[in-house]
């Protein structure tokens, strides 16, 4: 996040009167009015129950979640089924995630949504805008959601250009308060979400934005691994940046495409023109996965899945955050379960793009580690990913940071994906990135100087609004 960014979204929330705050979770509570088995919806509609039950049914061995209440309590929680016969592909880093991206839109017939906080105008973001644009004079129908804040320090005259070539763009939420629409000005309400969908069968989401920043790869799986220059805390062209993203086809693609229709709408732009959004996908794979948006003034549904998962964790949390400022109940959650004896590890980066957030993110290493919380710190490059794999069965990629930020002020999507087989894929990537990072013991952090206490103490005062 650049500061730029984080300055007017400071400056945005120092006008709020009054501070939201996080809706307390407690799973015991969530499981008395969960459902004995969740809705799995497919491409052919509902699931019978007894089809669900059989689906679900395998159960890991006791040390580890339960699938099937798992997977009933995040329904009683964010209200959203499972979305069953899913191909879910990962990818690591901006070459191969752009790569698939320009991939997918070259190949598009019908239509291209795309939402994005970041579009900046670069070599990278002039490749994207100017297939945008071919598509579009192919007739392929291309409406794009960019965040204002996001893109702050972009030209109007870039995202013109897209317009004059028949893309229809929509500002998420104008700087400008001249500009507000129909719901009012909300500066502070940002939206962070990362989706592109292709013809309505084809979807990514992610960490990834669209900016330069992703044209180097981070050492991850890379033969050239530690041959790296150290990174820096601006995050130049020449240091990777470590991030996440998924491709998915199938049915659970039809729910990104409706986040993006909502978002459209709520901005009270234009109607979308016609095109084919909404087409019956068949079954492209086995993964039963949930897709999950939150907005302010939301239900806060990543936020709950997030902390039930946490909380009936019985084996490992292994959690790898780009901005790691996390509120009271988040901090409690990590450590009740590292006392009864979960395996928490954390990656958090060693560098950041946003100063403020990283040192805000380490004042909250000395309860961690006193609690048995591993932490390590990625080395050889910017880390901007977001992701968590919780007993090697339930996963999550999305655009969501463990902050106030994301929980509170932004809109963000998610995808969980349910299942030993993708969870061992994460596990594989977390283990990855921990040979990429240096442990952080508490010895060691107990002895660090009294500037560095200074720092953080300071950047803690303000974040609530990081």
Same mark, same amino acid.
């Given at each position: 996040?650049?500061?730029?960014?984080?300055?007017?979204?400071?400056?945005?929330?120092?006008?709020?009167?009054?501070?939201?705050?996080?809706?307390?979770?407690?799973?015991?509570?969530?499981?008395?009015?969960?459902?004995?088995?969740?809705?799995?919806?497919?491409?052919?509609?509902?699931?019978?129950?007894?089809?669900?039950?059989?689906?679900?049914?395998?159960?890991?061995?006791?040390?580890?979640?339960?699938?099937?209440?798992?997977?009933?309590?995040?329904?009683?929680?964010?209200?959203?089924?499972?979305?069953?016969?899913?191909?879910? #592909?990962?990818?690591?880093?901006?070459?191969?995630?752009?790569?698939?991206?320009?991939?997918?839109?070259?190949?598009?017939?019908?239509?291209?949504?795309?939402?994005?906080?970041?579009?900046?105008?670069?070599?990278?973001?002039?490749?994207?805008?100017?297939?945008?644009?071919?598509? #579009?004079?192919?007739?392929?129908?291309?409406?794009?959601?960019?965040?204002?804040?996001?893109?702050?320090?972009?030209?109007?005259?870039?995202?013109?250009?897209?317009?004059?070539?028949?893309?229809?763009?929509?500002?998420?939420?104008?700087?400008?308060?001249?500009?507000?629409?129909?719901?009012?000005?909300?500066?502070?309400?940002?939206?962070?979400?990362?989706?592109?969908?292709?013809? +309505?069968?084809?979807?990514?989401?992610?960490?990834?934005?669209?900016?330069?920043?992703?044209?180097?790869?981070?050492?991850?799986?890379?033969?050239?691994?530690?041959?790296?220059?150290?990174?820096?805390?601006?995050?130049?062209?020449?240091?990777?940046?470590?991030?996440?993203?998924?491709?998915?086809?199938?049915?659970?693609?039809?729910?990104?495409?409706?986040?993006?229709?909502?978002?459209?709408?709520?901005?009270?732009?234009?109607?979308?023109?016609?095109?084919?959004?909404?087409?019956?996908?068949?079954?492209?794979?086995?993964?039963?996965?949930?897709?999950?948006?939150?907005?302010?003034? +939301?239900?806060?549904?990543?936020?709950?899945?997030?902390?039930?998962?946490?909380?009936?964790?019985?084996?490992?949390?292994?959690?790898?955050?780009?901005?790691?400022?996390?509120?009271?109940?988040?901090?409690?959650?990590?450590?009740?379960?590292?006392?009864?004896?979960?395996?928490? #590890?954390?990656?958090?980066?060693?560098?950041?793009?946003?100063?403020?957030?990283?040192?805000?993110?380490?004042?909250?290493?000395?309860?961690?580690?006193?609690?048995?919380?591993?932490?390590?710190?990625?080395?050889?490059?910017?880390?901007?990913?977001?992701?968590?794999?919780?007993? +090697?069965?339930?996963?999550?990629?999305?655009?969501?940071?463990?902050?106030?930020?994301?929980?509170?002020?932004?809109?963000?999507?998610?995808?969980?994906?349910?299942?030993?087989?993708?969870?061992?894929?994460?596990?594989?990537?977390?283990?990855?990135?921990?040979?990429?990072?240096?442990?952080?013991?508490?010895?060691?952090?107990?002895?660090?100087?009294?500037?560095?206490?200074?720092?953080?103490?300071?950047?803690?005062?303000?974040?609530?609004?990081?």
């Amino acid at each position: 996040m650049k500061a730029k960014q984080v300055l007017v979204m400071m400056l945005a929330s120092w006008s709020l009167l009054a501070c939201a705050s996080l809706p307390e979770v407690d799973s015991d509570r969530t499981k008395a009015g969960a459902k004995e088995t969740p809705r799995v919806m497919t491409s052919a509609g509902k699931l019978p129950r007894q089809n669900t039950e059989q689906l679900l049914k395998k159960r890991w061995p006791k040390s580890t979640l339960d699938m099937k209440t798992q997977a009933a309590l995040e329904e009683a929680a964010t209200g959203v089924p499972l979305i069953a016969g899913n191909k879910v #592909q990962l990818l690591f880093d901006g070459p191969q995630t752009m790569a698939e991206m320009i991939k997918a839109i070259a190949a598009a017939k019908d239509h291209i949504n795309f939402e994005t906080y970041i579009f900046d105008q670069d070599e990278l973001g002039e490749q994207f805008a100017d297939l945008l644009v071919k598509k #579009q004079r192919e007739g392929v129908v291309v409406n794009v959601i960019y965040d204002s804040v996001g893109t702050l320090g972009v030209p109007q005259e870039f995202f013109e250009r897209m317009r004059a070539g028949g893309v229809k763009l929509v500002a998420f939420n104008p700087v400008n308060p001249a500009k507000a629409r129909g719901n009012g000005w909300k500066l502070n309400n940002r939206d962070h979400r990362k989706i592109l969908v292709v013809d +309505g069968k084809v979807g990514f989401t992610g960490g990834i934005n669209i900016s330069d920043t992703y044209s180097q790869s981070s050492p991850f799986r890379s033969a050239s691994r530690g041959a790296s220059s150290p990174a820096n805390a601006k995050g130049d062209k020449d240091t990777g940046w470590r991030d996440t993203h998924v491709r998915i086809e199938g049915p659970a693609v039809q729910a990104m495409q409706w986040l993006f229709v909502q978002t459209w709408i709520e901005q009270d732009a234009e109607d979308l023109r016609d095109a084919q959004y909404f087409v019956q996908v068949p079954p492209a794979g086995d993964k039963v996965m949930r897709v999950l948006g939150s907005r302010p003034e +939301g239900r806060f549904e990543i936020y709950k899945a997030l902390q039930l998962a946490i909380q009936e964790a019985k084996k490992s949390i292994h959690i790898t955050c780009a901005y790691f400022v996390p509120d009271d109940q988040t901090l409690q959650a990590l450590i009740d379960a590292a006392r009864r004896g979960v395996d928490v #590890q954390l990656v958090l980066p060693s560098v950041s793009d946003s100063g403020l957030v990283f040192h805000a993110g380490r004042a909250f290493y000395q309860p961690l580690l006193e609690a048995g919380v591993k932490i390590f710190e990625l080395k050889l490059s910017v880390l901007h990913a977001k992701t968590a794999v919780i007993d +090697g069965v339930w996963s999550t990629v999305g655009s969501t940071n463990i902050d106030r930020r994301s929980f509170l002020h932004n809109s963000e999507i998610n995808v969980i994906v349910m299942g030993d087989v993708f969870g061992l894929e994460m596990e594989k990537a977390f283990q990855e990135d921990l040979r990429n990072s240096t442990e952080i013991t508490l010895a060691a952090w107990s002895k660090r100087p009294m500037i560095t206490r200074l720092k953080e103490w300071l950047a803690r005062v303000w974040d609530y609004w990081l």
